[in-house]
T-cell receptor
Framework: GAVVSQHPSWVICKSGTSVKIECRSL??????MFWYRQFPKQSLMLMAT?????????EQGVEKDKFLINHASLTLSTLTVTSAHPEDSSFYIC???????????FGEGSRLTVL | QKEVEQNSGPLSVPEGAIASLNCTYS??????FFWYRQYSGKSPELIMF????GDKEDGRFTAQLNKASQYVSLLIRDSQPSDSATYLC???????????FGKGTRLSVIA
């Protein structure tokens, strides 16, 4: 299956700082990337869909000015959590579509802890 | 609003037994159904997908789909301790729409 590489795998930051998470497709061109967030013992919640070369589409309730998504190339999508606060602490996972309709390949995930 | 419901568990089964995981979904137009396994602190990994009513078998895993009842299940035969994880049910309305995930069922296989 396709390989999606995500880093950092974990990050701890102070409240008010910004954190960038990168997601790379290593052996294929990902025109679409999905960004999910998962709180402990909760489901994966879709935050936004990013398409290469265009603005991301955010889900209802997700602040686009706080969660900046850039998909400037076919192999790289980034999520920047701006002015992070403790309530932003979560597991962030990127994913790209596989060959089977609806199938997703996930990155390793990034655990963000905001102090 | 599209919803996917799963019993959160934990579901405990002895080693060698059959584990049965269930999932219901709200959108009758849903077309693709997936089961992902997620170990603690890790990303989900795909186990199986199913599109058509009936059963689909892959090794120790069998997915069952009943679109009339809006119900999909996953059976794990000869359960092993390494199967202990959270199993996420995911549903897609069409091939290009994002998956909607259930909260997952935590499975514990006891040696």
């Amino acid at each position: 299956g396709a390989v999606v590489s995500q880093h950092p795998s974990w990050v701890i930051c102070k409240s008010g700082t910004s954190v960038k998470i990168e997601c790379r497709s290593l052996d294929f061109q990902a025109t679409t990337m999905f960004w999910y967030r998962q709180f402990p013992k909760q489901s994966l919640m879709l935050m936004a869909t990013s398409n290469e070369g265009s603005k991301a589409t955010y889900e209802q309730g997700v602040e686009k000015d706080k969660f900046l998504i850039n998909h400037a190339s076919l192999t790289l999508s980034t999520l920047t959590v701006t002015s992070a606060h403790p309530e932003d602490s979560s597991f962030y996972i990127c994913s790209s579509m596989g060959g089977t309709p609806g199938e997703l390949f996930f990155g390793e995930g990034s655990r963000l802890t905001v102090l | 609003q599209k919803e996917v419901e799963q019993n959160s568990g934990p579901l405990s089964v002895p080693e060698g037994a059959i584990a049965s995981l269930n999932c219901t979904y709200s959108d009758r137009g849903s077309q693709s159904f997936f089961w992902y396994r997620q170990y603690s602190g890790k990303s989900p990994e795909l186990i199986m997908f199913i599109y058509s009513n009936g059963d689909k078998e892959d090794g120790r895993f069998t997915a069952q789909l009943n679109k009339a009842s809006q119900y999909v299940s996953l059976l794990i035969r000869d359960s092993q301790p390494s199967d202990s994880a959270t199993y996420l049910c995911a549903v897609s309305f069409s091939g290009n729409t994002p998956l909607v995930f259930g909260k997952g069922t935590r499975l514990s296989v006891i040696a």
